[in-house]
């Protein structure tokens, strides 16, 4: 198991960049791949990016394709989403994703280890 924290969620106008960290507990955290999800207000969970164990595979939602950049600093325990030119359909929670593998999972099913969501709020 590990545990999961993210940070870095806030308010910001569209067009604008945040970036959200998630530092993980645990001397493993190199074996973990990683992912980004995010609920908006009555919508389901969804993927936004995923990434290996180590960064060097990467995947995204069509949606935010070209616009956020998922990294990961396997010294530091930490994953990090970058997003830039947010719009305001980017508004929602925003949650890490933890599970012991080397390679990457789009689908929510395949994390058994979550953080408990930082707010992301892009007004127009």
């Known amino acids: 198991q590990v545990q999961l924290v993210e940070s870095g969620g806030g308010l910001v106008q569209a067009g604008g960049s945040l970036r959200l960290s998630c530092a993980a507990s645990?001397?493993?955290?190199?074996?973990?791949?990683m992912g980004w999800f995010r609920q908006a207000p009555g919508k389901e969970r969804a993927f936004v990016a995923a990434?290996?164990?180590?960064?060097?595979?990467?995947y995204y939602a069509n949606s935010v394709k070209g616009r956020f950049t998922i990294s990961r600093d396997n010294a530091k325990n930490t994953v990090y989403l970058e997003m830039n030119s947010l719009k305001p359909e980017d508004t929602a929670v925003y949650y890490c994703?933890?599970?012991?593998?080397?390679?990457?999972?789009?689908?929510?099913?395949?994390?058994?280890?979550w953080g408990q969501g930082t707010q992301v709020t892009v007004s127009s």
């Open positions: 994703a933890a599970r012991s593998s080397s390679y990457y999972y789009t689908s929510q099913l395949n994390y058994d280890n």
């Open positions: 990434i290996n164990w180590s960064g060097g595979t990467t």
């Open positions: 645990g001397r493993t955290f190199s074996s973990y791949a």
